[in-house]
């Protein structure tokens, strides 16, 4: 077996012992890389929302429950998956969770086809909102280099607005909406009108935006 795992980290935090040993014996076996916690809290303070990764956690625990951390993980916007391990009596319970966003629960005593299969699907889930993660980090990070000014101007062109409106809406002449339109453009390192929409908007698609700005 590769000393370094080929299939992604599962984070595993339950307070019971033979639990952890039990999915990390089971995960590690299907060569997934396993990190174990035994309380909400510890996983907490060494989760690091970096690594593309899956969590199992159990639903009822001391201290944290399983459900106040999926609240603090909300809290923070992670786009960790989660898996809930309940108990019969906590099936109405873990369907709550699934409202909030995790992905599915499995029920004591574990079926190990089933839960593998669910490990793969969590993963393949984090690895999809992981790039979607890092690409709002870039498109924030290119947003915050406009000027209070340029921002304006962006939402306007976003909008639609010509370069005459927006010179009207702002109060400045045309050329000052040009030259911000050309300093805007060399921030977000858009060659089009399309780029920069999608930059704008966070997504891969155009709109009647495009069309409106591209006679500017």
């Not at 010509?162 to 109060?171: E, S, V």
């Not at 805007?184 to 999608?198: G, P, R």
Request: one cysteine or more.
């Amino acid at each position: 077996m590769s000393l370094i795992p080929k299939k992604g980290t599962v984070y595993v935090v339950d307070d019971d012992e033979a639990v952890r040993d039990s999915l990390q014996w089971l995960l590690e076996g299907k060569d997934y890389r396993v990190r174990c916690f035994d309380s909400a809290e510890t996983f907490l303070s060494r989760y690091d929302p970096r690594e593309v990764a899956c969590l199992i956690v159990d639903i009822r625990m001391g201290g944290m429950t399983g459900l106040e951390l999926q609240d603090r993980l909300i809290e923070r916007k992670s786009p960790l998956p989660i898996v809930f391990i309940t108990g019969h009596g906590d099936v109405p319970m873990a369907v709550n969770t699934m409202k909030k966003g995790a992905l599915d629960f499995i029920q004591k005593p574990f079926d190990e086809e089933e839960l593998v299969g669910l490990v793969e699907r969590m993963l393949e889930h984090a690895r999809e909102a992981f790039a979607g993660h890092q690409q709002a980090a870039s498109r924030d990070a290119l947003l915050a280099k406009l000027t209070g000014r340029e921002a304006q101007v962006l939402e306007r062109i976003v909008a639609g607005r010509l370069n005459k409106q927006i010179a009207d809406d702002l109060g400045i002449s045309i050329k000052t909406v040009e030259a911000h339109r050309a300093n805007i453009m060399e921030k977000l390192n858009a060659n089009t009108v399309a780029d920069l929409l999608k930059i704008a908007l966070g997504q891969g698609q155009t709109s009647a935006a495009a069309k409106a700005a591209a006679v500017n």
